[in-house]
């Protein structure tokens, strides 16, 4: 059982940056990929980035691509995103979800958010025009 906590969601104008932080409680932290989703107002949630369990596979939605970074420190069990250049259509909540692999072999990310096992309770985050 993993329990993720998201945290610095907030307030920022077009063109700024923030760094939301996801930390995970449990076991085997290294065993799960991670994934950031968001949901807007009157939209469905939808996918914005994933790493695997090393760091060193990474994906993301066109929409973020160039702008967004997805890292992970697995000593401190934590994931990140690294918002730069901000836009008002990227405000929304932002989640974090978890899935597990009883293995740490070669697999696909997925963006499709049944295939993950866990998920935070979301972080704001609001750009401003």
């Known amino acids: 059982q993993v329990q993720l906590v998201e945290s610095g969601g907030g307030l920022v104008q077009a063109g700024g940056s923030l760094r939301l932080s996801c930390a995970a409680s449990?076991?085997?932290?290294?065993?799960?990929?991670m994934s950031w989703f968001r949901q807007a107002p009157g939209k469905e949630r939808e996918f914005v980035a994933a790493i695997n369990w090393s760091g060193g596979s990474t994906d993301y939605a066109d929409s973020v691509k160039g702008r967004f970074t997805i890292t992970r420190d697995n000593s401190e069990r934590t994931v990140y995103l690294q918002m730069n250049s901000l836009k008002p259509e990227d405000t929304a909540i932002y989640y974090c979800?978890?899935?597990?692999?009883?293995?740490?072999?070669?697999?696909?990310?997925?963006?499709?958010?049944?295939?993950?096992?866990?998920w935070g309770q979301g972080t704001q985050v609001t750009v401003s025009s």
């Open positions: 449990g076991r085997f932290f290294g065993n799960y990929a």
């Open positions: 979800a978890a899935r597990y692999y009883s293995s740490r072999t070669i697999y696909t990310l997925s963006r499709t958010r049944p295939d993950y096992d866990y």
